[in-house]
């Protein structure tokens, strides 16, 4: 079974830094898409970044572009996002989401798709992220 496990959430003052991990495990870590997408309660979840492997193409939302950096250590079947400048509106729990093989139709990390949601089959827990001011 395929396994996500996000970690790294805690309390972070505004302008700090926070590195969150997935770590993924099911699967062959050679041919996916991960994504990190962030929920409050009350709001829709909104995609955060994503990264595709066969390329290393990267996609990010434009309230993060410049402030957060998604990464992978393939050896370590782990996905990073490393969280910089962080701001008020950044608490939220996060979440990690991956598909294997990814389909081509969904254009996965580009402004095309890859934060929508609806195309990652493998969702994991979330951990909670908290910006204080």
């Known amino acids: 079974d395929v396994q996500l496990q996000a970690s790294g959430g805690g309390l972070v003052q505004v302008g700090g830094s926070l590195i969150l991990s997935c770590v993924a495990s099911?699967?062959?870590?050679?041919?996916?898409?991960v994504a990190w997408f962030r929920q409050v309660p009350g709001k829709e979840r909104e995609g955060v970044s994503c990264i595709r492997s066969n390329d290393g193409m990267k996609y990010s939302a434009d309230s993060v572009l410049g402030r957060f950096t998604i990464s992978v250590d393939n050896a370590k079947n782990t996905v990073y996002l490393n969280m910089t400048r962080v701001r008020a509106e950044d608490t939220g729990v996060y979440y990690c989401a991956a598909e294997v093989k990814p389909r081509l139709q969904y254009r996965f990390c580009s402004r095309y798709g890859g934060l929508g949601g609806y195309e990652y089959e493998h969702w994991g827990l979330g951990t909670l992220v908290t910006v204080s001011s």
């Open positions: 099911g699967f062959t870590f050679d041919d996916y898409a």
